[in-house]
């Protein structure tokens, strides 16, 4: 059986640079009927992942982020003049506050994280939604270029390469 490995970088998008994660381009595309439910059924699939995912990358800031004397977690946010405004309520537009000590360590760690690779089994079941998303995939008029370019590629290339297992 073949194994499609995703690197966990896929499922995370970077909103300031235009980046989607692979998640929120496959949910962008304009498809009909069998391409549309194929897609959904894949992204059913990545579901999972994703929530896992979310939730590891938040663990990893908070265990970075400075806290208040109180052992509360700090959030900064910035107003529309670029003032920054520190607090224990992250709301909306706000961040965590890495403390200084601890950024190189951050990155070091997300860094590999966004590396490692999740796997999802070329089942029967999943046959054809993993062999529709891998065509859309290669055969998309989408215009790529910059880091957005070298994600794609990425993409295609694990869909390209998928990985012979042995069942046991």
């Known amino acids: 059986m073949k194994q499609l490995q995703l690197k966990k970088g896929f499922l995370i998008s970077n909103e300031m640079f235009g980046i989607p994660s692979i998640y929120g381009w496959l949910l962008s595309q304009k498809l009909h009927g069998k391409e549309s439910r194929n897609r959904t059924r ?5 579901e999972e992942h994703q929530k896992q995912v979310d939730e590891d990358r938040k663990n990893l800031l908070e265990e970075h982020t400075e806290r208040d004397k109180d052992g509360n977690l700090l959030y900064e946010t ?13 709301g909306p537009g706000s961040a965590f506050k890495i403390a200084d000590n601890k950024r190189e360590s951050l990155e070091k760690t997300m860094q590999a994280y966004v590396k490692e690779v999740f796997k999802i ?19 998309s008029e989408d215009e790529f270029s910059g880091v957005l370019a ?17 069942n046991d």
């Not at 910035?78 to 992250?90: A, Q, R, W, Y």
Request: net charge negative; glycine share 4%; charged share 35%.
């Open 42 to 46: 894949f992204l059913k699939i990545l």
């Open 78 to 90: 910035k107003d529309e003049n670029g003032k920054v405004t520190i607090s224990t309520n992250g």
């Open 121 to 139: 089994d070329n089942t029967p079941e999943r046959r054809e939604a993993i062999t529709v998303v891998k065509d859309l995939l290669l055969n």
């Open 150 to 166: 070298l994600r794609y590629e990425e993409w295609c290339d694990a869909f390209e390469h998928m990985v012979e297992v042995k």
